[in-house]
């Protein structure tokens, strides 16, 4: 006995949808503790995707690496001597853990797009990004 039906199945197909839309967001969202953290976890890679000009006018966070998003899809394509050159850090491998951030967090989904277009797996997004790092900063 059916007793969903097509239209009742329909729901739950789209519940099923959006609960792993929730839980793929809770995953690979990084907390301001995480990011605070960084500097422990020289392995960790947090990317900054604004411009530089932006970086001037506010600062950046601890430990991070900027890469304006213009630039990010032709990073990941250096060769790793090319981009230890240009970023005074290595490359990071297809499976470390890079943490995005930007501004308000908007960037950060772009660049998350741009990261696994590349095949980097471990990516995770902080949304509250610098706004939310100098209001808890007391910047």
């Not at 690979?28 to 422990?40: F, I, L, R, S």
């Not at 499976?95 to 995005?100: A, C, L, M, Q, V």
């Not at 998350?112 to 610098?130: D, F, P, R, T």
Request: glycine fraction near 8%; charge should be positive.
């Amino acid at each position: 006995m059916d007793l969903l039906g097509p239209a009742g199945k329909s729901v739950v197909i789209q519940l099923a949808n959006c609960l792993k839309i929730v839980l793929r967001s809770i995953t690979t969202m990084a907390t301001y503790e995480q990011v605070k953290d960084v500097p422990n976890h020289p392995e960790v890679y947090l990317i900054d995707v604004r411009r530089k000009d932006e970086l001037q006018q506010t600062g950046s966070i601890p430990a991070s690496l900027n890469i304006p998003l213009d630039e990010l899809d032709k990073a990941f394509n250096l060769d790793a001597n090319a981009f230890k050159n240009k970023y005074g850090r290595s490359k990071p491998e297809k499976g470390s853990r890079i943490i995005f951030t930007c501004r308000s967090g908007n960037r950060v989904i772009e660049a998350e797009k741009i990261a696994k277009g590349q095949g980097y797996s471990n990516v995770v997004l902080y949304k509250g990004s610098w706004n939310e790092w100098a209001q808890k900063e007391g910047l």
